[in-house]
């Protein structure tokens, strides 16, 4: 077997981390997708970020996808099984969180959309307290950011991650 060249290796190797985004990604999509019914289609990566993904909507326009994670300090520092997300945490840390990706230089536009999707993998947290929890607030205004949405935790009953739409203020 042949071996390959640097340059070669490292676009193969680029080539799979691409792959394992998109399909992580892609996956991520589905699940907004079941549990929004938004219909966003046709992932791929953007080449420059950010935005880390392009996607179509539903009448075909470009759709800037800001994929993230969101990661409570005070709960991932609690190694304990019996961890909790406390009251107010998750507000706090998406008001922060949303203002960065608002501030950020969207390259490859204009979009129709930009489109922020949250990943939570708190296993503590479930859909009524994330809900409850954001019910009342609203993020914002944004100069750029027309949609949030908070993607919580495998549920292996549904196959998805439930989806929290997220309130914003205009």
């Known amino acids: 077997?042949?071996?390959?060249?640097?340059?070669?290796?490292?676009?193969?190797?680029?080539?799979?981390?691409?792959?394992?985004?998109?399909?992580?990604?892609?996956?991520?999509?589905?699940?907004?997708?079941?549990?929004?019914?938004?219909g966003l289609h046709s992932l791929?990566?953007?080449?420059?970020?950010?935005?880390?993904?392009v996607c179509a909507n539903a009448a075909g326009a470009r759709v800037a996808l800001d994929v993230d994670a969101?990661?409570?300090?005070?709960?991932?520092?609690?190694?304990?099984?019996e961890r909790v997300l406390h009251a107010g945490a998750l507000a706090a840390h998406l008001a922060r969180l949303l203002?960065?990706?608002?501030g950020n230089a969207y390259q490859g536009g204009p979009y129709s959309e930009v489109v922020a999707v949250l990943v939570i993998d708190e296993p503590t947290l479930r859909l009524e307290?994330?809900?409850f929890e954001l019910a009342s607030v609203?993020?914002?205004?944004?100069?750029?950011?027309?949609?949030?949405?908070?993607?919580?935790?495998?549920?292996?009953?549904?196959?998805?991650r439930p989806a929290v739409p997220v309130q914003l203020r205009r």
């Open 70 to 81: 969101v990661i409570c300090k005070e709960a991932a520092e609690d190694d304990s099984l």
């Open 99 to 102: 203002a960065e990706k608002d």
């Open 129 to 131: 307290q994330a809900v």
């Open 1 to 38: 077997m042949p071996c390959l060249t640097k340059q070669q290796a490292t676009y193969v190797e680029r080539s799979a981390t691409d792959w394992k985004h998109v399909c992580v990604a892609g996956e991520l999509l589905a699940s907004l997708n079941r549990a929004t019914g938004v």
């Open 138 to 160: 609203a993020f914002g205004p944004y100069r750029q950011l027309t949609s949030v949405y908070l993607l919580l935790p495998y549920d292996s009953s549904t196959m998805s």
């Open 44 to 53: 791929a990566i953007a080449q420059p970020g950010p935005p880390g993904y």
